[in-house]
Nanobody, 122 residues
Framework: QVQITESGGGAVQAGGSLRLACVAS????????MSWYRQGPGKERELLSS???????KSADSVKGRFIISLDGAQNTVYLQMNSLKPEDTAMYYC????????????????WGQGTQVTVSS
């Protein structure tokens, strides 16, 4: 059973920063490809950034230059550094496992974390 634990959310004023962390576990010997999403009030869930187990990353245009995704592969942990936060960044932020890399094999997966709330005040 894959477990996903997110942390780092909270309340911050506009212009501030937060760093979210997502730890994936439950597949010894495998590495994880992961993504960060968010869902604001009354909005659809939005893909922010993805990173594979080799550290190849991509981000949505809406957060490029402000949000940075990074990987600690040894710890199966993905971080989302969020800078210059705006009130419109207020949302529940979710981590998702997109795939498992086990040896030379890759398996597509869709495992979601419970989310961590980010609230940005003006």
């Amino acid at each position: 059973q894959v477990q996903i634990t997110e942390s780092g959310g909270g309340a911050v004023q506009a212009g501030g920063s937060l760093r979210l962390a997502c730890v994936a576990s439950g597949r010894d010997g495998c590495r994880f490809d992961m993504s960060w999403y968010r869902q604001g009030p009354g909005k659809e869930r939005e893909l922010l950034s993805s990173i594979d187990s080799f550290g190849n990353a991509k981000s949505a245009d809406s957060v490029k230059g402000r949000f940075i995704i990074s990987l600690d592969g040894a710890q199966n942990t993905v971080y989302l550094q969020m800078n210059s936060l705006k009130p419109e960044d207020t949302a529940m932020y979710y981590c998702k496992v997109d795939g498992l890399r086990c040896g030379s094999s890759w398996f597509r997966r869709n495992y979601w974390g419970q989310g961590t709330q980010v609230t940005v005040s003006s």
